[in-house]
T-cell receptor, first 116, second 113 residues
Framework: AQSVTQPDIHITVSEGASLELRCNYS??????LFWYVQSPGQGLQLLLK??????LVQGIKGFEAEFKRSQSSFNLRKPSVHWSDAAEYFC??????????????FGSGTRLQVQP | DTGVSQNPRHKITKRGQNVTFRCDPI?????LYWYRQTLGQGPEFLTY????????KSRLLSDRFSAERPKGSFSTLEIQRTEQGDSAMYLC???????????FGPGTRLTVL
């Protein structure tokens, strides 16, 4: 069964500092990987996705993530955090096309606080 | 291009009552998904439709839950005889078949008193 671990429940960074949110997954085949962001009381907004190809993917709002197969990781990074980035971030794994499942499996999330 | 919409945004009900939520996917998206999210957790998959066919159901989807997508467009999720444990955010997402990227709606927050 696929699973996602986000080891950091809560992270606080200063505005302008760099950010890295960790994500480890467990999946038997080549996964599809996603990062979503959720503001309080809102739905999830897609930040970026990895299906295949270049292991460094660029997303919206200046975010990027790197797929490392050997470490089963898909960490999210941003070089300079803005106060508006404060939110909950979710990593998710989806089945690749060679399986029948379409459900996403999410981690439990990392809450990001940004200090002025 | 409008996004996924869900109604109502909030629902408060008493234990034992039935509730129904609606999801309108992005137009031309043939796949539609329902997830449930409790406080402090990531979303958990409930069920998925391709067009009008319900192709996958989670074990979380008890007999009190039923979902439909009769014409392959909007979907409804009904919970019968609600329990306090049903209190959660119910999220809907839609996608094309290719690429299979899920876009989420704003959710319906259910509170069962």
């Amino acid at each position: 069964a696929q699973s996602v671990t986000q080891p950091d429940i809560h992270i606080t960074v200063s505005e302008g500092a760099s950010l890295e949110l960790r994500c480890n997954y467990s999946y038997g085949a080549t996964p599809y990987l996603f990062w979503y962001v959720q503001s309080p009381g809102q739905g999830l907004q897609l930040l970026l996705k990895y299906f295949s190809g270049d292991t460094l993917v660029q997303g919206i709002k200046g975010f990027e993530a790197e797929f490392k197969r050997s470490q089963s990781s898909f960490n999210l990074r941003k070089p300079s955090v803005h106060w508006s980035d404060a939110a909950e971030y979710f990593c998710a794994v989806g089945a690749s096309r060679d399986t029948g499942r379409r459900a996403l499996t999410f981690g439990s999330g990392t809450r990001l606080q940004v200090q002025p | 291009d409008t996004g996924v919409s869900q109604n109502p945004r909030h629902k408060i009900t008493k234990r034992g009552q039935n509730v129904t939520f609606r999801c309108d996917p992005i137009s031309e998206h043939n796949r539609l998904y329902w997830y449930r999210q409790t406080l402090g957790q990531g979303p958990e998959f409930l069920t998925y439709f391709q067009n009008e066919a319900q192709l996958e159901k989670s074990r979380l989807l008890s007999d009190r839950f039923s979902a439909e997508r009769p014409k392959g467009s909007f979907s409804t999720l009904e919970i019968q005889r609600t329990e306090q444990g049903d209190s959660a955010m119910y999220l809907c997402a839609s996608s094309l078949e290719v690429p299979d990227t899920q876009y989420f709606g704003p959710g319906t927050r259910l509170t069962v008193l």
